[in-house]
């Protein structure tokens, strides 16, 4: 008895030096300055608290009514998140399977007989077994088995979390995307309308105030050049449109929307410190979690070099004579137990050992770069919110100042003005308003953005 103890007691020193039962430990990661700050004194996007965009609900980042109608038919149609769904689903069932590996396997086999021997009369003979197979999990195969079975359905439904935010940051970017064409068709109309009436008014003027046949007709350019643009603006309307409808699961149709001036988004973001990217962003988690399941996948092609024990058991109800069994039937119960070890499997377990170690190695690679990309990311939504904020406030002041010298110019038409000069106001007043609104769409983008950069999604 007190040999019998040694030896499990060195067995169980063994198998610990040898990391079969070892769970996964987070690799040793540096954040710091996984992110750029900016360098203006005046930014308040970069915070050093806990509380980021990411653990924002999406119904408070955005707030537009038709936006949440439109992201709540998306979560609920959408394809690619119904798929995504579905592997969550196939990852329980595969963990269950890891999970009754622990518990013995049970097969009923009835088997019948009918013989007769040189036209004797014929014997009947029946079994009817019940088969019990337990494999010994000693050497951790199966407890290895499962967790990277766990780590696998973490990682599916990490996936699920990522599509759910890739769906709310694209129905929100073509949702805005919509508004700002919108605005901009209807900037270019307004502009449409009063390229033709300078037209009108040098046509008029032409004989009163010496206005030549050239300057009206570069004035009619001018006006056709502006009209030109508005089927080129509701092109692409539709096409959005059409992307749109795509993520809702539907037929290409017309997006009931609000304007582009009602927009109210978060002016004053925090991104958190940089550790909060490995549980937010459900991409990085997810590939934490593929290099889980491989450190686990390497234990168990360790513990492949260890012997196999498995135990079997048999109950029948036999006649069978053969197992010193007469009629009437009666009870037979066998057990039997077995040890496999390997000893030359033709490089199959070293080579799987080491196809395992290499895929360890590629997950934790691929694992470091999704977080440099995620800072990458974040850092590059964050400057272009504070550079399309910037240019806003600028091009806003250009336009009223564009605005008011075409109203100071039209009122010099008949005063020395040149066409030229009215053109060329008029031309400058447009790309001004459509440059700022492009600009505020740019800030709008940058929220969405940098929401998605962050692993926003609840």
Not at 177 to 188: A, F, P, W
Not at 255 to 266: G, K, M, W, Y
Request: aromatic share 8%.
């Amino acid at each position: 008895m007190k040999y019998t103890l040694y030896i499990i007691i060195g067995l169980c020193t063994l198998l610990q030096s040898c990391g079969l039962y070892n769970k996964y430990k987070r690799p040793d990661v540096n954040t710091e300055g996984l992110y750029r700050d900016l360098s203006n004194d005046l930014d308040t996007l970069v915070a050093g608290d806990t509380t980021t965009l990411a653990s924002t609900p999406w119904r408070e980042v955005f707030t537009d009514p038709k936006l949440q109608v439109l992201i709540d038919s998306a979560l609920a149609n959408n394809a690619d998140l119904l798929t995504a769904a579905l592997s969550v689903k196939q990852a329980e069932a595969m963990l269950s399977v890891a999970k009754l590996a622990y518990v013995p396997s049970f097969v009923f086999a009835p088997t019948g007989s009918l013989s007769s021997w040189d036209h004797n009369k014929a014997v009947q003979t029946y079994s009817l077994p019940i088969q019990a197979s337990w494999t010994v999990d000693l050497f951790g195969s199966l407890t290895n088995a499962k967790r990277a079975q766990q780590a696998v359905l973490i990682q599916s439904r990490d996936y699920q979390r990522a599509v759910k935010t890739s769906i709310i940051a694209g129905v929100a970017n073509c949702y805005y995307t919509l508004l700002m064409l919108d605005k901009q068709l209807e900037i270019t109309r307004q502009t449409e309308l009063l390229t033709r009436e300078t037209w009108e008014k040098m046509q008029d003027m032409k004989q009163l105030y010496g206005y030549t046949e050239a300057s009206v007709l570069s004035a009619k350019a001018n006006y056709l050049a502006v009209q030109a643009s508005v089927p080129e603006i509701e092109r692409q309307i539709r096409e959005v449109e059409n992307s749109l409808s795509l993520l809702l699961a539907q037929a290409p149709q017309h997006i009931d929307r609000s304007t582009f001036e009602e927009q109210s988004l978060p002016s004053n973001l925090s991104t958190g410190v940089g550790i909060q990217l490995l549980a937010n962003r459900p991409d990085v988690h997810a590939k934490e979690m593929a290099l889980a399941s491989c450190f686990y996948n390497v234990n168990k092609a360790r513990a492949a070099f260890y012997p196999n024990i498995t135990i079997t058991g048999t109950a029948a109800w036999t006649n069978s004579s053969g197992a010193g069994v007469v009629n009437p039937g009666k009870l037979l119960a066998q057990a039997v137990g077995s040890l496999v070890q390997p000893i030359f499997q033709h490089g199959q377990l070293v080579a799987g050992l080491k196809v395992a170690k290499a895929d360890q190695e590629k997950a934790y690679l691929a694992w470091q770069q999704s977080i440099l990309n995620a800072g990458s990311e974040v850092s590059n939504a964050l400057k272009q919110y504070e550079t399309s904020a910037r240019l806003s406030e600028i091009e806003a002041e250009r336009s009223a100042t564009l605005e008011a010298n075409v109203e100071a110019v039209e009122l010099l038409m008949t005063n020395g003005a040149t066409y030229l000069e009215v053109i060329t106001a008029q031309q400058a007043l447009l790309s001004s308003q459509l440059t700022k609104v492009a600009d505020d769409f740019n800030k709008m983008q940058a929220v969405v953005n940098l929401y998605y950069a962050l692993g926003g999604g609840q």
